[in-house]
T-cell receptor, first 110, second 115 residues
């Protein structure tokens, strides 16, 4: 079983829809990162969180340490949100090395 | 610099040749990471430098791969006797805080094509 599981793997939404991407992990972590990779390949860090919830514009990330689960929400989705979203927990037992989910490919249609 | 800088952005080489990829992290960032992404696939960890600690080399796929970092500055990833399966985008990232508890900044990557 992978240490990090993301769902769904692929997601197509209509512009304006509320989107949720889920991440479950099986290891002890010090923090969890959500990354965004655009079609051109560049990777941007969206959030780094170790508890609770963070919000940035239309993006919200939550984490439940006890349940080993994190979610990324996008409100009022827009075609420019189309990208691959990657969950990356920092694994405590490996010196906080990042373990990557396989990513969720999001396509938002106008 | 303002961001993580990688060079070259593109490299085409012949099978069997050695290549060297460079990463300039954000000034002051103690942690530096190298990742590899093959076409259509996810990120694959290669190596992790954290301050003066011994680097975590557990992700290097073979002894043809090596990486160095001078203090808390530039890092080079060297691939000897390149093979076609080495073709990928090699990404570098850095962050400030110990471990991965700070925001990560990625470079644009070096796209390596081995013919």
């Amino acid at each position: 079983k992978n240490e990090v599981e993301q769902s769904p793997q692929n997601l197509t939404a209509q512009e304006g829809e509320f989107i949720t991407i889920n991440c479950s992990y099986s290891v002890g972590i010090s923090a969890l990162h959500w990354l965004q990779q655009h079609p051109g390949g560049g990777i941007v860090s969206l959030f780094m969180l170790s508890s609770g919830k963070k919000k940035h514009g239309r993006l919200i990330a939550t984490i439940n340490i006890q349940e080993k689960h994190s979610s990324l929400h996008i409100t009022a989705s827009h075609p420019r949100d189309s990208a691959v979203y990657i969950c990356a927990p920092a694994k405590k037992s490996s010196g906080d090395k990042l373990t990557f989910g396989t990513g969720t490919r999001l396509a938002v249609r106008p | 610099g303002a961001g993580v800088s990688q060079s070259p952005s593109n490299k085409v080489t012949e099978k069997g040749k050695d290549v060297e990829l460079r990463c300039d992290p954000i000034s002051g960032h103690t942690a530096l990471y190298w990742y590899r992404q093959r076409l259509g696939q996810g990120l694959e960890f290669l190596i992790y430098f954290q301050g003066n600690s011994a680097p975590d080399k557990s992700g290097l796929p073979s002894d043809r791969f090596s990486a160095e970092r001078t203090g808390e500055s530039v890092s080079t990833l060297t691939i000897q006797r390149t093979q076609q399966e080495d073709s990928a985008v090699y990404l570098c990232a850095s962050n400030l805080l110990q471990g991965n508890t700070g925001e990560l900044f990625f470079g644009e990557g070096s796209r390596l094509t081995v013919l």
